[in-house]
Protein backbone atom coordinates (compact mmCIF):
# COMPACT_ATOMS: atom_id res chain seq x y z
CA UNK A 1 0.00 0.00 0.00
CA UNK A 2 1.40 3.53 -1.40
CA UNK A 3 1.37 5.75 1.77
CA UNK A 4 3.43 8.90 2.74
CA UNK A 5 3.76 10.43 5.90
CA UNK A 6 4.88 14.46 7.09
CA UNK A 7 6.59 15.73 9.84
CA UNK A 8 9.01 18.58 10.56
CA UNK A 9 6.04 21.12 11.09
CA UNK A 10 5.68 23.56 13.74
CA UNK A 11 5.69 26.97 15.03
CA UNK A 12 8.40 29.11 14.10
CA UNK A 13 9.36 33.05 13.51
CA UNK A 14 9.45 34.99 10.67
CA UNK A 15 12.77 34.49 9.39
CA UNK A 16 13.44 31.18 10.65
CA UNK A 17 14.22 28.04 9.16
CA UNK A 18 12.16 24.34 8.93
CA UNK A 19 12.79 21.06 7.58
CA UNK A 20 9.74 19.05 6.24
CA UNK A 21 10.14 15.53 5.71
CA UNK A 22 8.34 13.07 3.51
CA UNK A 23 8.72 9.55 4.30
CA UNK A 24 7.33 7.19 1.96
CA UNK A 25 6.22 3.18 2.41
CA UNK A 26 5.25 0.53 0.30
CA UNK A 27 7.25 2.30 -2.83
CA UNK A 28 10.53 3.26 -3.45
CA UNK A 29 9.90 7.21 -3.95
CA UNK A 30 12.96 7.31 -6.25
CA UNK A 31 10.56 6.12 -8.43
CA UNK A 32 8.26 8.58 -8.89
CA UNK A 33 7.39 12.36 -8.82
CA UNK A 34 7.23 13.91 -5.58
CA UNK A 35 5.48 16.94 -4.57
CA UNK A 36 4.55 19.13 -2.38
CA UNK A 37 1.37 21.55 -1.47
CA UNK A 38 0.03 23.65 1.12
CA UNK A 39 -3.19 24.69 2.18
CA UNK A 40 -3.58 28.09 3.97
CA UNK A 41 -7.21 28.43 6.20
CA UNK A 42 -9.63 29.64 4.13
CA UNK A 43 -7.79 29.08 0.82
CA UNK A 44 -7.31 25.88 -1.82
CA UNK A 45 -4.35 23.36 -1.71
CA UNK A 46 -1.69 24.50 -4.03
CA UNK A 47 1.35 23.14 -5.26
CA UNK A 48 4.43 24.16 -4.58
CA UNK A 49 7.35 22.33 -5.44
CA UNK A 50 8.07 19.20 -7.70
CA UNK A 51 11.16 16.82 -7.64
CA UNK A 52 11.40 14.37 -10.27
CA UNK A 53 12.49 11.13 -11.28
CA UNK A 54 16.24 10.33 -12.30
CA UNK A 55 17.51 13.46 -12.73
CA UNK A 56 16.17 15.51 -9.84
CA UNK A 57 15.43 18.44 -11.65
CA UNK A 58 12.80 20.65 -9.96
CA UNK A 59 10.15 22.94 -10.11
CA UNK A 60 9.21 25.61 -7.36
CA UNK A 61 6.21 28.50 -7.58
CA UNK A 62 7.10 31.67 -7.31
CA UNK A 63 6.10 32.34 -4.27
CA UNK A 64 8.63 30.18 -2.41
CA UNK A 65 11.39 30.39 -5.07
CA UNK A 66 14.51 31.32 -3.50
CA UNK A 67 13.79 30.35 -0.52
CA UNK A 68 12.71 26.72 -0.54
CA UNK A 69 14.68 24.07 -1.41
CA UNK A 70 13.19 20.71 -2.17
CA UNK A 71 15.75 17.19 -2.31
CA UNK A 72 15.47 13.26 -2.27
CA UNK A 73 17.64 10.85 0.11
CA UNK A 74 16.97 7.36 -1.75
CA UNK A 75 18.41 5.14 1.15
CA UNK A 76 15.92 6.74 3.50
CA UNK A 77 12.92 6.75 1.20
CA UNK A 78 12.17 10.32 2.34
CA UNK A 79 11.83 13.67 0.00
CA UNK A 80 12.77 16.55 2.12
CA UNK A 81 11.40 20.39 2.22
CA UNK A 82 14.17 22.82 3.71
CA UNK A 83 12.13 26.17 4.06
CA UNK A 84 14.37 29.35 4.78
CA UNK A 85 13.13 33.09 5.39
CA UNK A 86 9.95 31.88 6.53
CA UNK A 87 6.94 34.52 6.31
CA UNK A 88 3.95 34.90 8.01
CA UNK A 89 1.63 34.17 4.73
CA UNK A 90 4.27 30.51 4.93
CA UNK A 91 1.54 29.23 7.11
CA UNK A 92 -0.31 26.56 5.89
CA UNK A 93 -0.93 22.78 6.54
CA UNK A 94 1.99 21.44 4.06
CA UNK A 95 1.72 18.35 2.46
CA UNK A 96 3.19 15.66 0.02
CA UNK A 97 1.43 13.66 -2.44
CA UNK A 98 2.71 11.77 -5.80
CA UNK A 99 2.97 13.01 -9.26
CA UNK A 100 2.42 12.01 -12.63
CA UNK A 101 4.84 14.83 -13.75
CA UNK A 102 6.93 17.42 -11.88
CA UNK A 103 5.94 21.21 -13.80
CA UNK A 104 3.69 23.93 -13.05
CA UNK A 105 0.66 22.12 -13.72
CA UNK A 106 0.04 20.08 -9.90
CA UNK A 107 -2.36 17.32 -9.39
CA UNK A 108 -1.24 15.18 -6.37
CA UNK A 109 -2.27 11.61 -5.07
CA UNK A 110 -1.46 9.27 -2.09
CA UNK A 111 -1.52 12.07 0.21
CA UNK A 112 0.01 12.49 3.38
CA UNK A 113 -1.90 13.43 6.16
CA UNK A 114 -0.41 17.18 6.30
CA UNK A 115 2.15 18.73 8.62
CA UNK A 116 0.89 22.42 9.95
CA UNK A 117 3.22 25.11 9.70
CA UNK A 118 3.51 28.12 11.45
CA UNK A 119 5.06 31.55 11.27
CA UNK A 120 4.15 34.06 14.00
CA UNK A 121 6.04 36.40 16.18
Known amino acids: QVQLAESGGGLVQPGGSLRLSCAAS????????IAWFRQAPGQTRLGISCININDDTTFYAASVKGRFTISRDNAKNTVYLQMNNLRPEDTAIYYC??????????????WGQGTQVTVSS
Open 26 to 33: GFALDQSV
Open 97 to 110: ATEDRCGRVFKGKN
